[in-house]
Structures are given as C-alpha cells and as structure tokens.
C-alpha cells in the first residue's frame, strides 16, 4: 500500500515536472530554418525583427482578385513632374534614379520601386532625369504612380543638384562622355542626394524584402567568396567582423546621413580623377568608392566592419545583406535549373534585407511566371503585386 502511494506520488511529480518544464521551454524560442534574421545582429544597437513574415507560393491570379478592381485610373497622361529640391526631402527616404532621359521605367524597375513602398518603410522619392513622366508607355508605372501615397515622382537637374558639393560645374565634363555618361551622372548624382539631403540610395535594379529603416551610414561590400556565418547549426544571420575580404565597394545600396564626409569625399575624388576623355563605365562607381575608403579611412583591406574615425563613422556590409547571390552566380542562384521549394527561397533570401539582381547584365534572362524556376516569378505577387498585374513589361 506505502509501495502504491509512493509511486503514484512520483508520477505526480513527474507530471509536475513534466509541466513546468513545458512551461519554460514555450517561452523560449529556438532558432528555425524559415524564421526570417536579420544580418546586422553583430552590430552594437540593432534589434532584428525575428517575426518577420516568411516567402510562401502566392498565386499571381488570386492577387489579382484583390487588386485589380481599383486599377480604373487614366494611364494615357503625360505628366508633368516638380523639380526635386530640400523642401521636398524628409527624414526617412529612399532615393532611385532614372538617368537615362525616359520619361518612364520598365516592369522590372516598377517592381523594385514598388517592393520599397511595401516593405522598406521609408518614403520612396523617384528621380527622373526626364521633366515628364508617360504614363501610356508603361503599364506597371501607371499602377505605381495612382496607387502609393508613399511614393513620389521629381524631375531633378543634375547641374543643380552638384551645386554646393565637391560634383559642382562636373555635368560640363560628363556630357561629353560618348558611352557612359548616363551611368556617370547617376553615380554622382547618388553621393550628391545623400550628401546634400541624406538617407536610403537604391539602383533600380534591387527587390527589397525587409524594412531599411535600420541601415544608417553603411555601404554594402562586393566578395568573390561567400561570407562565412557564425553559426550554420542555428540559422545566425552573423558573421564576425573583418572576416570577409572584398573586391570592391558596390555603391547601388547606400545609406548616408546628411552632411557626411563619404559621400563628399567620394564626390571630391571623382572629380579629381574624372576624365572625359577616357570613357570608361567605372570613372565614378565602385572603384571611386573603394578607393575613397581606403584613403579617406587609411584601410589597407576592404572588410566588413564599423570604420569608427574622427572623418565620420559608417559601416562596411557584407555582402549578402543585398545581395544573397554573388556577381557570378546570379544566374545559378536566381533563374536555377532544378526547381525550387519555398523552403528553398526562403533559405536562399533569409540573411539579405534585398535582392540586387544586376538587370543590366541579366535583363534577357525571362520571368518564367513559374515560382520554382525565378525568383520574381515567387516574389513578384507577394512583393510587387500592382506591377506583377502586367508581368509580360519585366
């Protein structure tokens, strides 16, 4: 009977047991494969959002159900678009940058700026080198420009917008540039927007995924070799400073607060080393960038840190923060041969805050419509739904 009692007694606190340890661990979160890191976490001040939504198959047709019935805009306008100046700039902005004098953008374009609208948390300010904006040419434009209060269009000067930076007068020497002088004025024009008003710089070319309110003083970093994690075994998006050895600065992705002295000094660089003559792409882009760095900075390396100097602070990336798949294997990893799960995409996207997919190199490459086979095909509906509308303009 005592034998009886004793038993059932530890049964009953093993049940005790069994529950308040239950109770313990439902409280603790253990890291997983699909939950969403963010890649600063080994920067002092940065607390990542780990609920943030995860990428699931979304059927473009559905989306439609849901969005197309407000699209009764008139899109046969020519709109005549404001000068950018201070008065229009704010603190929270990404910027994007039109150069090439059309008066309008393509589907893939829509498609970046409208993912920043969704989920970059800033108020995206769109430059057009044009003093108009055709809404007849461009389907997914038209859809972007009546639909997002968060987005807005400007015409900007370029000859105005180097006034009062170390870019001053340089538009003279660009337009004689015969190949490149489109690609030089958007390079200038970047350092100039964020010297002059500060904030987010993004090409037209990059699919944002998480918000970017974070990103302050950093300039990404482009390597030939992957990153290596600090723990595989627990998903960490960290990686520890210095361990990654970059080729080059890539400045399509950017933040600066105003008034810093990098974005001047990359400014005072070009124009000191700028020759028309020579018409090379790279007069005004990641090399001049790289090579500010290291003299600004007295770095002998490119490497992901926090450069901490009297100059001003800023932050090197790594590079899959923007982009999850390197240079050389963008086609490999974006546009794969084998079909791919969400469970894949998401393994793929889970460190970056961004996709920079390099559309002018790899503009041929199709939106198969299919979400196995290309990335904008599975984050097209969830991340541009307005623009994925007339996915045959990407």
């Known amino acids: 009977m005592q034998r009886l009692f004793l038993s059932k007694m530890n049964s009953y606190y093993f049940i005790l047991l069994f529950v308040f340890l239950f109770a313990i661990m439902s409280t603790f979160r253990f890291p997983n494969i699909m939950e969403t890191n963010y890649p600063f976490v080994y920067l002092p001040g940065f607390n990542p959002d780990r609920n943030a939504q995860n990428f699931e198959y979304l059927d473009p047709k559905k989306a439609q159900i849901v969005i197309s019935s407000t699209t009764t805009n008139d899109c046969s306008k020519t709109i005549q678009l404001s000068k950018f100046t201070a008065k229009n700039s704010e603190h929270n902005q990404v910027f994007f940058i039109e150069s090439s004098g059309k008066p309008y953008f393509d589907g893939r374009q829509s498609c970046s700026v409208e993912s920043a609208a969704i989920k970059s ?222 469970a894949e995409w998401n393994d793929l996207f889970r460190c970056s805050l961004a996709v920079h997919f390099h559309s002018n190199v790899f503009a041929k490459l199709k939106v198969t419509r299919n979400p196995k086979k290309d990335f904008l095909s599975f984050l097209g509906p969830m991340l541009c739904p307005r623009s994925y509308l007339h996915v045959e303009e990407f």
């Not at 948390?121 to 904006?133: C, D, E, T």
């Not at 124009?271 to 600004?296: C, F, I, M, V, W």
């Not at 002998?300 to 602070?313: A, H, Q």
């Open 121 to 342: 948390g800033l108020v995206s300010k769109v430059l057009f080198k044009s003093a108009n904006l055709d809404l007849s040419n461009s389907k997914t434009l038209c859809e972007i420009y009546y639909n997002y209060k968060n987005v807005e269009f400007y015409h900007v000067d370029f000859a105005e917008l180097f006034l009062d930076t170390p870019a001053e007068g340089m538009e003279k020497r660009v337009d004689k540039v015969v190949s490149h002088g489109l690609s030089h004025y958007s390079d200038l024009a970047r350092m100039a927007l964020v010297y002059k008003y500060g904030g987010v710089y993004l090409d037209l070319d990059i699919l944002v995924l998480r918000s970017l309110v974070h990103m302050k003083n950093s300039i990404v970093l482009e390597s030939a070799k992957p990153a290596i994690l600090m723990s595989e075994s627990d998903q960490s998006c960290a990686i520890p400073e210095k361990t990654q050895r970059a080729l080059k600065i890539n400045p399509g992705q950017l933040h600066f607060e105003k008034g810093h002295p990098f974005p001047r000094a990359v400014l005072s660089y070009v124009n000191k080393h700028y020759n028309h003559k020579k018409d090379e792409r790279d007069q005004a882009g990641p090399k001049s960038s790289s090579q500010t760095a290291k003299q600004l900075y007295g770095l002998k390396e490119l490497l992901n840190m926090k450069v901490v100097s009297p100059e001003g602070n800023f932050t090197m990336l790594p590079d899959f923060t923007f982009m999850p798949a390197s240079f050389s294997r963008i086609r490999e990893e974006l546009w794969p041969k084998k079909a791919r799960s969400p």
